[in-house]
């Protein structure tokens, strides 16, 4: 079967038409949770294995419109024309590259249009996106296009689970693909801007766009081209970060590799991206980072904000050795199987020795717009569960920072309070009087634990926002029997701690 590469007509993307394709979209009931519903548990998880025989055995003889679209979009198979003519206009679609002809009879789909829905502090959202058709279903061995348009993936939404939802004048989607981030920031921006280097990728994200309704600013060109002159409050992206060797352009795969050196993308990402930041802005990157024989990863990144007059804090979710970082982007690029496999492999090995590259992070790189001459730099490994979305955690953290920053007599005067994610866990010998380890948990966010002791548990516990943290402090000296400047210069590292890290607020 060969996919047509050309691009989605604006006479399709009318409002008329696309509004023709969604009514039957919609009446056959193909968004998100009738969907899963009716592939079940097992049909799911064969389509995150890329196995299509759960899902087909699932829809059995069924030759209902929902049926139909789940076989035609996601199982990418063959559905008679008679059929899908009773609820679509095949010629339009045919026309328009969402879908193609096999002889007389079949129909096959070039794009694959998805259902995609997810819930934020503004409710419940649903809809679709348009992408490429995932390749390599059923195991076989397909290699990946260099004009590639990824749809939904683990990455994407890594990225929208940990994007800030605050309310923001202005949002850029910088190297939008299919346009999946734009529907999350449609959500709480004014105004969002699209950019993309690859055109088929701005198709697609057209058509995700039109399909849902959006009508936003798309612009194509390289990196921070085409908003040379604009800044903006918040930045998201999922750059072409992945650090493979030098290759021909025309055989690079557009969605993933930016042809940098090492991983000189994602620095060219975070040092241009802090001069489009708006005065308080936020710049969030899902990325990869080196670790190098000359350098650790945390000095080299924190070079990257050097007189830019922005904060930086950079969360490592993963540490991987050279070996599963190669293997994982071989297979990839459909090269499972494949007679190169091994040279590629070689190629990649050799590549990364001539950089220096000994081990690769994976996390999240996130920028603020302080002004500052001097940049605040958090470094953190935190490869534990987390309760996504996180993006409201993170928002915190920026303001947490702030305030565990203060000058002791500033501090002192604040009053906080426990947040209410908290737990306490307490251990200790069956009979024992009092608990011999105590640990307060978060449930949400970033989940981190804090080991406390009477001392500094006494305090938080107290925390209610009626009292400052210097008479709680006053308050548990008494308790204790301890003179309170003692007390007080003992605790409040840990209790900067817990600030820090949202313990208390």
């Known amino acids: 079967m060969t996919m047509r590469q050309h691009a989605v007509s604006d006479d399709f993307l009318r409002p008329d038409s696309i ?36 899902a087909l055995d699932r829809l059995g003889d069924a030759t209902d419109a929902q049926a139909d679209l789940i076989r035609l979009f996601p199982l990418q198979q063959i559905v008679p024309r008679s ?81 800030v939802p605050d309310r923001v004048g202005s949002a850029l989607d910088l190297g939008a693909g299919c346009g999946v981030q734009s529907l999350h ?25 039109a399909l849902n309704g959006l009508d936003l600013d798309v612009r194509a060109g390289s990196f921070y081209e085409p908003v ?54 936020l710049l969030q990157v899902l990325a990869n980072w080196a670790d190098t024989r000359e350098a650790s990863w945390e000095d080299r990144l924190a070079e990257w904000v050097r007189g830019t007059g922005c904060d930086l804090w950079v969360v490592e979710r993963k540490h991987l050795d050279v070996y599963s970082y190669i293997e994982m982007w071989l297979t990839d ?24 590259i000994t081990g690769v992070g994976l996390g999240w790189i996130m920028v603020r717009k302080s002004g500052s001459a001097e940049p605040s730099v958090h470094m953190e490994s935190w490869p534990y569960t987390i309760a996504q979305p996180v993006g409201a955690a993170l928002s915190a953290g920026w303001t947490a920072r702030d305030v565990a920053g203060l000058d002791d007599d500033e501090l002192l005067a604040r009053t906080f309070t426990v947040d209410p994610s908290v ?42 926002g009626e009292l400052p943290l210097g008479v709680l402090i006053g308050a548990v000296a008494g308790l204790l029997d301890q003179p309170v400047d003692e007390l007080e210069a003992a605790i409040l590292p840990r209790l900067r701690e817990a600030i820090e890290q949202g313990f208390i607020a």
């Open 19 to 54: 509004n023709a394709f969604t009514d039957a979209l919609r009446g056959a009931k193909y968004n998100v949770d009738a969907v899963l519903e009716r592939l079940g548990e097992a049909g799911q998880e064969g389509l995150t294995r890329n196995q299509t025989m759960p």
């Open 423 to 464: 737990v306490q866990e307490a251990t200790g010998r069956p009979g024992a009087a009092d608990p011999s380890h105590v640990v307060l948990r978060q449930t949400a966010g970033l989940c981190r634990a804090l080991a406390v002791d009477a001392a500094v548990g006494g305090v938080i516990g107290a925390c209610d």
């Open 333 to 356: 690029a459909g090269l499972s199987g494949d007679p190169i496999w091994l040279d590629r492999y070689a190629e990649w090995l050799n590549y990364f020795d001539a950089q220096g």
């Open 228 to 281: 040379a002159h604009d800044s903006f409050d918040l930045i998201v992206t999922n750059p072409p970060y992945v650090m493979s060797p030098p290759t021909d352009a025309a055989d690079r795969l557009v969605y993933r590799e930016g042809g940098f050196a090492g991983d000189g993308l994602v620095r060219h990402v975070v040092r241009e991206g802090a001069s489009h930041l708006a005065d308080g802005g």
């Open 83 to 163: 059929r899908l003519a009773a609820f679509l206009d095949v010629p339009a679609l045919i026309e328009a590259g969402v879908l193609g002809a096999i002889g007389r009879e079949g129909i096959h789909a070039d794009i694959d249009v998805r259902p995609y829905g997810f819930t934020d502090a503004a409710g419940e959202w649903s809809g679709w996106v348009a992408a490429d058709p995932i390749p390599g279903m059923d195991s076989m061995v397909t290699r990946t296009r260099p004009n590639y348009v990824l749809g939904v993936s683990p990455a994407s939404t890594s990225l929208a689970q940990l994007t």
């Open 185 to 209: 920031l449609a959500r709480h921006a004014d105004t969002v801007t699209l950019t993309d280097i690859n055109p088929r990728a701005l198709d697609m994200a057209r058509l995700t766009l």
